[in-house]
């Protein structure tokens, strides 16, 4: 009676091997094919829909990802995990491929045409847990740049929800377009506001977390406030503040509407921080060794104009502090974002300020659900509002078609750029640009 039991054993250990096997070789090929086929053609792996079916057991599926610990999803890269599942690793990577055509307005002479390609963006990033799932981290490098070529390098310990602490180089929490990946626009850059008023990347620690189903999230934090890779050379540090409410369910940070959201989606955002800054000689506002934050730098509302840097001393230490609003909206293919920002610099030394103001509005939609999406945009940055007749205004719009959402597309945008600065006639330059990015 025991031997035909025992033969029973035998096949049922044979079956399982052998389905085992079949499941891990179908595992391999599922990860070589889904670069070529995308999402779409395995929205779930082979493991995942024989456990739906009942084929395989709850047990069998998970002795099978133990077995088979590299999985791969496209725009998220290739995940390594140990048998234990306490740590994991996921490699990839997104680059962009640029051209643009401008025609400038030169009010002097000639118009002056300028054509250019170039690798815009080339990150590669790794990021996972590492001992338990609520220790990660993230590193992040941008091989398309020759200096600065660490965005981010940090780690993050989740007590709970409400309470997670941040510590090493990532973005200010200021700004939703800034905040938002460059990976994840439906045009092909942000707006000039944004770009004016950025703190962007910098090193600090901060203190973040969400409520209420992710309808309330929060951020507070300490920073160098010296920009991408900067260290002070002083005791001075910034500050940054931000809060969004989001009614009807948290909005992740992409722009175009590309999940066609059946339900209404609304978001919220103010943010605030401040730093101090001192004049190098009559270089632009540098406090660091090494970098100084995008507001401040050439192409921010602070250094740019000449106006304002003509206002401090060469030396003096200059209180920095900015405020922002957003709102963005998705439903059915549309989405709608908008944000104004206020600034204001003060010197220590004689007490004059420098006053700025910026915002954006912008609006797509989807002609094909998830394929293309037209979109406009109208942005403003007034760098000095003490100064007459000191504008530059931004009217885009932009076609965009997505081959396998932002993983795979092309985008497209024209744009009129007026400036006006005071003494001087207005100029209307004319920029063209198209982008395709590929994610892996």
């Known amino acids: 009676m025991g031997f035909p039991g025992g033969i029973e054993y035998v096949r049922n250990r044979k079956r399982s091997d ?3 096997f079949i499941l891990s070789a179908s595992g391999i090929l599922v990860c070589l094919l889904f670069p070529l086929f995308g999402r779409e053609g395995f929205a779930k792996t082979l493991e995942e829909v024989l456990k739906e079916k009942g084929v395989i057991t709850e047990q069998d599926f998970k002795e099978v990802k133990a077995a088979n610990p590299v999985a791969y999803q496209p725009g998220k890269g290739f995940t390594f995990t140990s048998p234990d599942g306490k740590f994991r690793l996921s490699l990839g990577g997104r680059g962009q491929f640029f051209y643009m055509y401008l025609d400038r307005d030169d009010v002097n002479g000639p118009a002056k045409e300028v054509s250019r390609q170039r690798v815009r963006r080339f990150k590669a990033y790794m990021s996972g847990y590492a001992y338990t799932k609520n220790l990660t981290y993230r590193v992040q490098v941008d091989l398309a740049k020759s200096t600065q070529i660490l965005d981010a390098a940090w780690i993050d310990y989740r007590f709970m929800n409400e309470a997670q602490v ?7 929490p200021f700004s939703r377009g800034e905040l938002t990946s460059d990976g994840a626009l439906q045009f092909v850059d ?4 944004v770009d004016a008023f950025k703190p962007s990347y910098d090193i600090g620690v901060m203190l973040h977390g969400k409520t209420l189903g992710g309808k309330l999230v929060y951020n507070a934090g300490l920073f160098n406030g010296t920009g991408q890779g900067g260290t002070r050379t002083t005791n001075s540090g910034a500050w940054a503040a931000r809060a969004v409410f989001s009614p009807f369910g948290e909005m992740p940070y992409n722009e175009p509407d590309l999940a066609n959201t059946p339900s209404p989606l609304l978001s919220l955002g103010a943010n605030y921080f401040a730093n101090t800054l001192k004049r190098s000689g009559n270089a632009p506002f540098l406090d660091t060794t090494t970098s100084t934050p995008p507001y401040a730098g050439t192409s921010g509302w602070l250094g740019k104009d000449a106006a304002n840097t003509a206002i401090f001393d060469n030396t003096e230490r200059v209180d920095v502090g900015t405020y ?6 998705k439903w059915r ?16 030394g004689r007490g004059r300020t420098a006053h700025a103001r910026g915002y954006y509005g912008q609006a797509g939609y989807f002609l094909l659900p998830k394929k293309l999406e037209v979109a406009a945009r109208y942005s403003s940055v007034d760098p000095n509002r003490d100064q007459p007749q000191d504008l530059q205004v931004e009217v885009t719009g932009a076609v965009s078609y997505y081959f396998q959402g932002h993983n795979l597309k092309i985008q497209g945008d024209y744009t009129n750029i007026h400036t006006q600065v005071a003494g001087k006639q207005a100029t209307d330059d004319k920029q063209m640009r198209v982008q395709a990015q590929l994610a892996f």
């Open 190 to 193: 942000r707006s000039n506001a």
């Open 333 to 348: 293919g549309f989405s709608a974002a908008g944000e104004y920002f206020g600034a204001k610099a003060e010197g220590q």
């Open 324 to 329: 922002g609003f957003d709102a963005a909206f």
């Open 18 to 20: 052998r389905r085992k």
């Open 166 to 172: 941040r510590a090493g180089q990532y973005k200010m």
